[in-house]
């Protein structure tokens, strides 16, 4: 199991959060998001791929922000179509779709992105495009029909660990490859908590989800 975390907006957090050595982090390029990255990502390890997160955003707008960060991958949380998704996999980057659920969701409409995107995320319908901070009901996953493996997102905290657990010892998460983690991981100024992170972290590790 990997770990993904999210929203990442100020030098020194990022570099503390790059202690931990997550297998990824995010950095949102939605300017309405107060998670908004509008800065210069520093040196980090190669082994921890930059992803940048995206809503409704041109071909032309992403590859800039790709280009100028040096992302590994792109994180689509809008109504991003096949096509653009597939213009995207050209720049030989990671191609991560979103899609929101809340308590049913009909798996049809991922057809189309099969062979365009590396990896799903299911994160949960809200006001917001992203970064609700609740999660779905991780229920609906028991009719994933793809063998693609996905991210799980959503409103994962330190209280969702226990339900979290119990998720991974079932069938259905047989490909959940990654774990999102975002605001639930927040302190009041929008830095991650490396606190309540490590301690997350190591229970996942306790239970040898991850190493
Ligand atoms: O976090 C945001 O502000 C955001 C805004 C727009 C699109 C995506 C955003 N974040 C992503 O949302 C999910 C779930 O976050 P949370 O755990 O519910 O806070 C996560 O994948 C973030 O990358």
Redesign the pocket.
Known sequence: MNL?I??MKNENNILDVAELNPSYM?F?F?E?????FNSVIPELPENIKK?G???NSTFDYIRGKVEKHNLQGV?L??DETPELCSKLKALDIIVIK?FSIKNQFNFNVLEPFEDVCDYY?F??K?K????????FNWNVLKKYPSIKPY?L?????PKELDALLLFLKRPESELCCTL???????TAAKLKDITKLKAFQKKLIDANYIR
């Open positions: 993904k999210c929203g995010g949102i939605y309405k998001s107060p998670r908004y992803i997160v995206f809503v994180q949380h809008g979103v995320l994160d949960t809200g917001e495009p992203g970064g609700n901070g609740y999660t991210f997102s959503g409103g994962i905290g999102d983690l975002n605001s639930k991981f927040e």
